[in-house]
């Protein structure tokens, strides 16, 4: 069975994020979403909001886990007896920093390789910083968020 790990921070999850999700899905038998715990970083969302949220999007997704973690990736994945990490690249200037840890990681870890998918045209220029900047000032961001992630976004900024 294969097994694969996306990694990321997901505060939100983009369309741009669910693209890759989908798509790499398909390849493996399994695909576990793991939300990183960085508390190095100020999340919009908690933790468990993240993970909820990328639950609803992904629910129609069978072989997709939704969870969280923190330490390095490559101890997560041996955990999850994943041997591939998933990253997706949006423009060239991603390429250079996800080489690296995928580098740093394959240093780390010899049986963890990393597979990397480049988002789809029409979501290139989305990122949760981007969604969370349009969305603090009460922004259209139904193009790049699901309805739900967007109502998510929408009450958060109320309060």
């Given amino acids: 069975m294969s097994i694969a790990v996306y990694p990321g921070s997901f505060d939100p999850v983009t369309l741009g994020h669910l693209d890759i999700i989908e ?16 508390s190095k970083k100020k999340p919009l969302f908690s933790t468990d909001e993240k993970v909820d949220m990328i639950r609803k999007c992904t629910k129609h997704l069978k072989n997709v886990e939704v969870t969280s973690f ?20 949006r423009a060239i200037t991603d390429f250079e920093y996800e080489l690296q840890i995928a580098q740093t990681n394959r240093q780390l870890n010899r049986d963890l390789d990393t597979m990397f998918f480049t988002t789809s045209m029409e979501y290139s220029y989305v990122s949760s910083t981007i969604v969370k900047e349009i969305a603090s000032y009460g922004g259209d961001v139904s193009s790049m968020v699901t309805p739900h992630v967007e109502e998510c976004l929408r009450k958060k900024f109320a309060q």
């Fill in 23 to 38: 798509r790499s899905a398909k390849v493996f038998d399994k695909l576990v979403i793991a939300v990183l715990i960085n």
């Fill in 70 to 89: 923190s330490g390095l990736l490559v101890d997560f994945a041996k955990e999850q007896n994943a041997d591939v990490s998933v990253r997706g690249l």
